[in-house]
Structures are given as structure tokens and as C-alpha cells.
């Protein structure tokens, strides 16, 4: 089954991923470099039901790019502009150097080949545009347990009961490899933090039967019982998702960094 395949037939069409609009504190949070950018890419759109109506609301041209027809049909219906992801090698049928801004968030984890979407991302924006990308974060606490007690990795499964094999990551990063990836795609002054509301309580996920306690804590527990400022403190570890922002090189900077590859060859 090949990538665009799987998402028409499986991924989107099953209604499990219909998901919720972003709450605009988190948007603001989460999105805030590109706002009022006069063009933003969107990499991996999907339906545009998460951020896509406040980022259209935020920017002066905004257009989506999926793998997948029924997301991209179904993202049009709503009146967004979308081209169509290359299923092969991750290319968007856009020119060089359009883009002043980009977000790719919740996609790389899904891909086989994220270094190349990157790269095509960094390909499309201006000189001097900025990358809003987000991913799950491997060395979040409550992972790490589990793949120190148990030696699993958090596959989020859709159905567990049924299937506890099929889950729809393929990808881990942790801050050290979100950062390595942007880095090998041509990035600079990549910065790394928290996004999402993180939890010590999660951390009893790990330790099977216990995990109900994770449940009661979330449940019935008020905000600050959570210590979520420790993901902003050490998002290595405390930060259930990562939010990096990275930038393209200025033509000064890329010019800059040619000449010291040459005189250090």
C-alpha cells in the first residue's frame, strides 16, 4: 500500500483523525512567527481543521500541500487554497524561494523520508523565512520509561484492542534529532521548546495497570498539580510534544557559511 493509499483508505476515511480546532492561546503560542507573514506554506495540511482557519485569519496568503486526494478535496471544500505532496520524493509543485513562512506540524513522525520534506520546505521559502514545526517527542519522560521497563516505543496505535501493531508514527525524534534534521536541511538558529500540555502524571502510562492513574490525574487534578512548566524548563524530557523554529539562511548568511566551508577544505 503506498503512502497516498494509505491515507485516502485508512487514515481519513476511518473519522478517527477528524480532530479539534487548536484553542487560539495555543495558537498564538504555537504559531506566533508567522503571523502576518505576507505567504505561509502549510506541509501536511491534512482536512485543515486544526490551525488552518486562524493561520488563514493571520496571514496574508496561505496554502496547504498534502499526500493525500481526500484531504486535499476535503481541505478545498473549506475554501483553502492546497497543491498536492509528491508520494515519491516529497515535492510540491511550487517555485523556489515563494514562501515566507512555512509549519509543518504533526507530519514528519508520519513520513519515510522527513529529511527530504524538509529539504522541499527549505526549498520553497524566501531567504530569511522561518519554519514552524512540530513533533511528538520521543524523550518525553513517560516514553522513556516505557522503553526502559518495557523496550517499547509509543507506536500510538488507532485501535489497540484490535491491532496494537499498526500505528500510524514511523518516526521518533527527540530534540537532538528534530535539531539534526533541520540542520541537514539547510536551517540555521534552529530553536527548540514544549508544545502541548505535558504531565508528571503521564509518566504511570508506562507501568501497564498503573496507567489509571494518569487517567484519574488528568481527569480530576487542577492545572498546576501537573507542573507543566517543567516543559518549558526541559522540554528534553518533560515536553510531551516538540516546537521547533528554524530558519532559512539570508543570502549574506548562506554566502557566509560557503566561504568557511571552503577555507576549512
Given at each position: ?92 509543485p511550487?517555485?523556489?524561494s ?25 526549498r ?6 522561518v ?116 530558519w ?18
Amino acid at each position: 500500500m503506498g503512502t497516498e493509499t494509505f491515507y485516502d483508505q485508512d487514515y481519513w476515511r476511518n473519522g478517527k483523525h477528524a480532530g479539534m480546532e487548536m484553542p487560539a492561546s495555543m495558537f498564538r503560542r504555537v504559531m506566533a512567527p508567522l503571523i502576518a507573514r505576507e505567504t505561509v506554506l502549510d506541509y501536511g495540511c491534512g482536512f485543515g481543521h486544526s490551525y488552518q482557519r486562524q493561520l488563514v485569519g493571520a496571514v496574508k496568503r496561505y496554502v496547504g500541500a498534502d499526500v493525500s486526494s481526500m484531504a486535499i478535496e476535503n481541505a478545498r471544500h473549506k475554501g483553502l487554497e492546497v497543491v498536492p505532496v509528491d508520494p515519491v520524493n516529497g515535492t510540491v509543485p511550487l517555485p523556489s524561494s515563494t514562501f515566507d513562512g512555512a509549519v509543518c506540524s504533526e507530519v514528519f513522525e508520519h513520513l519515510f523520508d522527513p529529511l527530504s520534506a524538509a529539504r522541499e520546505i527549505h526549498r520553497v521559502l524566501k531567504p530569511g523565512g522561518v519554519l514552524v514545526a512540530t513533533v511528538p517527542n520521543f524523550g518525553y519522560h513517560t516514553w522513556r520509561l516505557l522503553a526502559f521497563l518495557r523496550a517499547q516505543v509509543p507506536l500510538e496505535p488507532e485501535d489497540p484492542k484490535r491491532d496494537r501493531y499498526r500505528g500510524v508514527h514511523i518516526r521518533f525524534f527527540s530534540k537532538l534529532i528534530l535539531k539534526r534534521l533541520l540542520r541537514d536541511a539547510g536551517f540555521v538558529n534552529i530553536k527548540i521548546g514544549s508544545f502541548d500540555n505535558a504531565s508528571v502524571w503521564d509518566v504511570f502510562m508506562a507501568m501497564g495497570h498503573f496507567g489509571r492513574i494518569t487517567s484519574f490525574a488528568h481527569r480530576h487534578f487542577p492545572a498546576f498539580l501537573h507542573l507543566r512548566f517543567l516543559q518549558d524548563v526541559w522540554p528534553n524530557v518533560f515536553a510531551l510534544r516538540l516546537r521547533a523554529v528554524a530558519w532559512k539562511p539570508t543570502t549574506t548568511e548562506a554566502e557566509k557559511s560557503a566561504r568557511n566551508v571552503q577555507d576549512q577544505a
